[in-house]
């Protein structure tokens, strides 16, 4: 018996033939209803955000934002089939709560059976965020090698060697780039976790340094020091946050 | 240094070897009426001794006039100058020997006694001299086919393992799974296309097996094996991708590794306009320079793209099978510059001469995948107007 409701589903791949394969295979399921195809991640968010689907058909590698990037950015729960020749990505896709993992090329009864796991998934939403979860599944001993953060509309790809510094704002944190700043859902422990440790180092209890922008230390009261960046600006440096700096110096 | 010499298990067999040999010795001298007993195996003692040493002597002389290819008289006169040395050696050592006996009176008259042997001990040198030369050469040819054997076994397996990354650069699994997911797509769309991406796909596959086992190949065949390869990308990519090719006529007959071009243009493809969302061109070129043949990609490469997945393996292979052929002499130059990446090969123009005959064939092959690579524009599938393409619009 068909559900009353159709799952509406979003199929997100930047080839037109895998496309195709995924429409083709879905028009033997009357209860979906593909609401949208997009060719790219940003695509992807705004279909999101437009039309609220129940399920994303997901491709990883496409131009721009990866799948796992896209995850990042969706401000809605949505259950996630992944779509992709890649089978390395499987143990990172199960860490973001996917409901299925398909590899290309794939048959109507695999698909057929990752819809049903679709179908249950959807109406009970996850206990964690997707976005959330995405943005801490991360290959081991793989740094992170940019940064994905939305503003309104927009989307910013900023490439980690790009980033000066990061301060944490309560919920979130403010990453300063390009001379601009970005705000994005996380917090400053998360996102140490997951930047190059060579790198990046905690300086102070609110703030992350890129050392490459470092041009000198001064000293502030008896116990803190001042770092002062290449641009002129002045960041805090606390007594274990100058011993984390003099240990990678 | 000897082979004996530098294997104390060997020297102590050798020298037990020997023992027999000064036994004999002793034997021969204390022949009735000679000498005593004592005295014999006093004066074989130092002869077998020092006999044994002589004798590796001989492996320097035996190296240096190999056999057949010495000239006879040479060979000969060499020997019979080397034997004379040691002989007189040999028996310097016995008359020092005897003439250290001859001071204790038991032994008295050893000298005079050892100077009437002399002739008969000259004989048995001699005869040993020509024994040892033998054994030596025998040794030689023994090692040599050993070595010969362990060389082109090693030569074998190098050889292997070359093809065999070629083919697995060849057959990069995503590569093959992404064209037999266009193929499952093609099936119901355009089944029509679809048998042609089969031909595609097996003509690449086939193209690859032929050139691997070989260690050069003529541009123009590295060239329509990466046409062959574009072409099945094509369906893949759609008109995200473009190619364009100048190659120059005398170019296609230098000789390149088989399969050189191939990591690169997957580099180009995977790392470049899969990360451009409009895609974009990717340039090959060929000249020839100064003697140096000139390879030149390039593609549009997003400047947030991510990085250091993959594109170093490919580039790795590339300069080391370049620098195995022409040690010194190729090199491999990677350039990023206002979103455009390049990678320029320079190696020895070899074979070029062989182009002039070759380039009539050569072109009518390249003019045959040259049409096969021409964007062909995918029919959409007949999807429901309700659905977003942007091919549509």
Redesign the interface.
């Known amino acids: 018996m068909p559900d009353p409701r159709p799952l509406r589903a979003v199929i997100v791949d930047?080839?037109?033939?895998?496309r195709?394969?995924l429409?083709?295979h879905l028009a033997a399921h009357p209860d979906v209803q593909?609401?949208?195809?997009?060719?790219?991640g940003f695509e992807a968010i705004k279909a999101v955000s437009a039309h609220a689907p129940d399920l994303l058909l997901l491709d990883i590698?496409m131009?721009?934002l990866?799948g796992f990037e896209v995850l990042q950015l969706l401000d809605r729960d949505v259950a996630v089939i992944f779509v992709t020749?890649?089978d390395e990505h499987a143990l990172r896709a199960f860490a973001v709560h996917a409901v299925d993992y398909l590899?290309?090329?794939f048959s109507a009864q695999r698909l057929g059976e990752a819809l049903a796991q679709a179908r249950q998934r959807v109406g009970r939403p996850a206990a964690v965020p997707p976005s959330r979860l995405a943005a801490a599944a991360r290959r081991p001993g793989e740094w992170l090698?940019?940064l994905i953060v939305r503003d309104g509309a927009q989307v910013h790809?900023?490439?980690a060697e790009a980033i000066d510094s990061i301060q944490a704002q309560d919920d979130y944190i403010c990453i300063r780039a390009h001379g601009r700043r970005h705000l994005k859902q996380q917090t400053l422990a998360e996102i140490e976790g997951q930047l190059d440790p060579s790198r990046f180092v905690r300086i102070h209890r609110s703030w992350i340094l890129n050392i490459d922008r470092l041009a000198r230390l001064e000293p502030a009261t008896r116990d803190s020091r001042t770092a002062v960046l290449r641009d002129g600006t002045q960041l805090p440096v606390s007594r274990a946050g100058h011993a984390r700096l003099m240990e990678l110096l | 240094m000897h082979p004996i010499l530098a294997d104390r298990g060997r020297l102590a067999l050798y020298l037990a070897a020997w023992a027999p040999v000064g036994g004999l010795i002793a034997a021969a001298l204390a022949l009735p009426d000679r000498r005593a007993a004592g005295e014999a195996i006093g004066l074989a003692l130092p002869l077998a001794l020092s006999g044994a040493f002589l004798c590796l002597a001989v492996w320097p002389l035996c190296r240096s006039l190999p056999l057949g290819a010495t000239d006879p008289a040479r060979l000969v006169a060499t020997h019979a100058a080397g034997a004379t040395v040691t002989c007189v050696l040999w028996l310097l050592v016995g008359a020092a020997a005897a003439g250290l006996m001859e001071r204790l009176p038991a032994f008295a008259g050893a000298a005079v006694r050892y100077r009437r042997d002399i002739p008969m001990l000259l004989l048995a040198g001699a005869l040993v001299f020509v024994l040892a030369a033998l054994a030596h050469y025998l040794m030689i040819a023994f090692e040599r086919s050993r070595a010969a054997e362990r060389a082109a076994l090693e030569l074998q397996v190098l050889a292997r393992d070359a093809q065999l990354r070629a083919l697995k650069a060849q057959v990069n699994?995503?590569f093959l799974?992404?064209s037999?997911?266009?193929?499952?797509?093609?099936t119901?769309?355009d089944p029509a296309r679809a048998r042609e991406m089969c031909v595609l796909l097996g003509d690449f596959l086939r193209g690859g097996l032929r050139v691997g086992e070989r260690e050069q190949i003529p541009l123009s065949e590295e060239l329509a094996l990466a046409q062959s390869y574009l072409a099945v990308e094509q369906?893949?990519?759609?008109p995200?991708l473009r190619v364009e090719t100048e190659v120059e006529p005398q170019a296609r007959g230098c000789l390149v590794p088989p399969l050189l071009l191939q990591p690169l243009l997957e580099n180009a493809l995977n790392h470049g306009i899969?990360?451009?969302?409009s895609g974009g061109a990717v340039r090959l070129g060929a000249r020839v320079c100064a003697g140096q043949l000139e390879l030149q990609l390039a593609n549009p490469c997003?400047?947030?793209r991510?990085?250091?997945r993959g594109t170093g393996m490919g580039l790795a292979n590339v300069r080391a099978r370049l620098a195995a052929l022409h040690p010194g002499d190729a090199r491999v130059d990677l350039q990023e510059r206002d979103g455009v990446f390049r990678v320029d090969v320079h190696l020895p123009a070899v074979g070029a001469e062989a182009a002039a005959a070759e380039t009539a064939s050569a072109e009518a092959a390249t003019a045959v995948a040259a049409t096969a690579v021409t964007p062909t524009t995918?029919a959409?599938?007949g999807?429901?107007p309700?659905?977003?393409?942007?091919?549509d619009a």
């Open positions: 930047d080839e037109e033939l895998a195709a394969v429409r083709e593909v609401v949208a195809e997009c060719v790219n590698q131009p721009k990866d020749a890649y590899l290309k090329p090698a940019r790809v900023i490439p | 699994p995503h799974f992404n037999l997911n266009s193929i499952s797509a093609l119901s769309v369906v893949r990519f759609g995200r899969a990360h451009c969302l997003s400047a947030d991510p990085r250091g995918t959409p599938a999807g429901e309700t659905r977003e393409d942007p091919r």
